[in-house]
């Protein structure tokens, strides 16, 4: 197992539940595992230690999920996000430990990694959906408040998600992550069904911010062992930082990338500038004092209430790694995530699609 658990905590109504008896069989023996009698304050935060949201980082807490797993994005502004775009709450936190990573406020209260033993009735919420709302296809993603594949080799929930998605013509799967654990990927076939997206960033950013994460190399790679398999794969180039060497070093991971992945074969890249509020900038220094990147340049706080780098600066790095993209690729599905139509009309030279078009685009890509 690539990722260090201190304990594992199962709800006591879980403990006979396939996801805590997958676990509790596949954890090293090292690892303490107990019996709790409520998994909501198992994730609380310790009191008395340096850095309560690193520790929840090291202890799983299997249990149950008390509310609803499906939701609209948050960035969408209605129930059911206008483009289609669903998340599916499935866990919670992630061992890894990206120091812009929002969850550090986000989950600040509940920073335990949860991971949920009844999320099979996630797939009845699906199904109504789908019933509810004939002829309309929807993506659904699992990478929002945790990454899709950590710890998968512990838990085998993506094994369920991709062979429950291979039976739904109108429903898309998105898994997104920093690793490269697709093992039990391998032994699935997705039937079309399934898109698998890795957040990438150049080899001075994961070195500086991306704790544990996988290799930028090694995630181009297990993306391209998945197309192989069968599953399409999207790319998000997300958060951008717009450091002093970034033009050369997002032009070269965009070369690396098209070197090993086809990108006549890539479902779409995305690209969004890093954001942050001003709480969130606050913890994440005070956790990662030495990171360059968390003082990259001049900020500013958009209405939005995130701070944003400059935006002559932004604009000038999403428009030149715009370029180098389709310099390789023209047909490709590329877009702006999280900024405004302005915006995107000065990288593209051209108002971007309503979220509806593109939310289409991309469940069927
Ligand atoms: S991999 Fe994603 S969820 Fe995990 S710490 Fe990094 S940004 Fe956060």
């Known amino acids: 197992m690539k990722f260090e658990l201190d ?3 199962i709800e006591e109504r879980c403990r006979s539940s396939a996801l805590a008896m997958s676990v509790v069989s596949a954890v090293a023996p090292e690892v303490e595992v107990r019996y709790v009698p409520d998994g909501r304050e198992a994730a609380r ?5 340096r850095d309560p949201f690193g520790a929840g980082k090291r202890r799983m807490v299997v249990m149950e999920r008390r509310a609803p797993f499906l939701m609209g994005c948050p960035a969408g502004s209605s129930e059911f996000a206008c483009c289609g775009y669903l998340v599916l ?3 919670s936190n992630c061992p890894m430990d990206c120091s812009y990573c929002f969850l550090q406020e986000y989950i600040a209260d509940n920073p335990g990694l949860q991971v949920y033993a009844n999320y099979a009735a996630a797939f009845d919420e699906l199904d109504r959906l789908g019933r509810s709302a004939p002829g309309r296809s929807f993506r659904v993603g699992t990478g929002e408040l945790a990454d899709s594949l950590a710890f998968d080799t512990l838990t085998g929930i993506s094994r369920d998600l991709v062979e429950y998605f291979a039976r739904r013509e109108n429903l898309l799967l998105e898994l997104k992550t920093k690793t490269d654990e697709i093992g039990n990927l391998l032994t699935a076939d997705p039937r079309g069904r ?7 960033s150049p080899t001075r950013v994961y070195e500086s ?15 391209r062992r998945v197309l192989e398999a069968g599953y399409k794969v999207g790319f998000h180039l997300d958060p951008m930082i717009a450091y002093p060497e970034a033009d050369h070093d997002y032009g070269e991971l965009i070369d690396n990338l098209f070197d090993v992945v086809p990108p006549q074969r890539i479902s779409f890249v995305s690209m969004g500038g ?4 001003p709480a969130l900038r606050a913890l994440a220094r005070r956790r990662f004092p030495d990171d360059p990147m968390l003082a990259a340049g001049e900020e500013v706080l958009g209405r939005d209430g995130r701070m944003r780098s400059f935006t002559p600066l932004r604009m000038r790095l999403f428009a030149s790694i715009r370029a180098r993209i389709q310099r390789r690729a023209p047909e490709i599905l590329l ?4 900024e405004s139509a302005s915006a995107y009309e000065r990288v593209f030279g051209t108002m971007p699609a309503t979220p509806a078009a593109l939310g289409t685009r991309l469940a069927g890509s």
């Open 209 to 223: 911010s991306e704790h544990r994460t996988a290799s930028p190399a090694s995630r181009i790679e297990a993306a």
């Open 7 to 9: 304990a594992v905590l």
């Open 274 to 277: 890093l954001r942050m509020t």
């Open 335 to 338: 877009y702006l995530c999280m």
């Open 45 to 49: 935060p310790l009191v008395g230690v």
């Open 89 to 91: 709450l499935i866990a």
């Open 194 to 200: 399934t898109l698998v997206s890795w957040t990438l």
